[in-house]
């Protein structure tokens, strides 16, 4: 697989949640989870999705990285793991999967790709990974990973299911 995406935590815990971690390497590529990310998605293994999380990075389904040395200084705004996807990013020249707003905008600043969950449901329907959008992104609620309702809106009219 010659692609290679970096994951922030959002993503992973919600895939992991609704036990759809295998759609992110099937529509991605190679993901890469940096140590500050891992770290935020472990640290409580009774949380939904740390489970499926650490049998994903066990199994090599995700790939762990070391966060890049010397580090880029912080981006006050972000929490570890977003600043570390970001950095790692960087230093590959990779896209970034993160869900979280200010992460996107400071990661599309610095001139990376940026996709989130969403479009990430809305590239397997694509390539014929997943027959709907829908059904996922009502798991997403269901499991507490709230979504607007206008993306919401938005991803059914891309994804020709409104």
């Known amino acids: 697989m010659?692609?290679?995406?970096?994951?922030?935590?959002?993503p992973l815990i919600v895939f992991g949640r609704i036990g759809e971690l295998d759609?992110?390497?099937k529509t991605l590529g190679q993901v890469i989870v940096p140590d500050d990310v891992e770290t935020e998605c472990l640290r409580d293994p009774d949380r939904p999705g740390a489970?499926?999380?650490?049998?994903?990075?066990?199994?090599g389904l995700l790939a762990k990285a070391s966060d890049p040395l010397p580090p880029l200084p912080?981006?006050?705004?972000?929490?570890a793991g977003e600043s570390a996807?970001?950095?790692l990013a960087l230093k590959l020249s990779a896209p970034v999967l993160?869900?979280?707003?200010a992460g996107r905008r400071i990661a599309t600043n610095l001139g990376l790709t940026v996709i989130g969950s969403i479009g990430v449901l809305l590239a397997a329907k694509k390539r014929g990974h997943i027959e709907a959008v829908k059904p996922l992104l009502?798991?997403?609620?269901?499991?507490?990973?709230?979504?607007?309702a206008a993306l919401v809106?938005?991803?059914l009219i891309r994804a020709g299911e409104r």
């Open 85 to 87: 996807a970001i950095r």
């Open 98 to 101: 993160i869900d979280e707003k």
């Open 23 to 25: 759609l992110l390497p």
């Open 51 to 59: 489970l499926a999380i650490r049998g994903a990075l066990e199994s």
């Open 138 to 148: 009502d798991a997403f609620e269901a499991h507490a990973y709230h979504v607007s």
């Open 2 to 10: 010659g692609r290679l995406i970096v994951a922030d935590a959002g």
């Open 153 to 155: 809106r938005a991803a």
């Open 74 to 79: 912080p981006f006050p705004v972000l929490d």
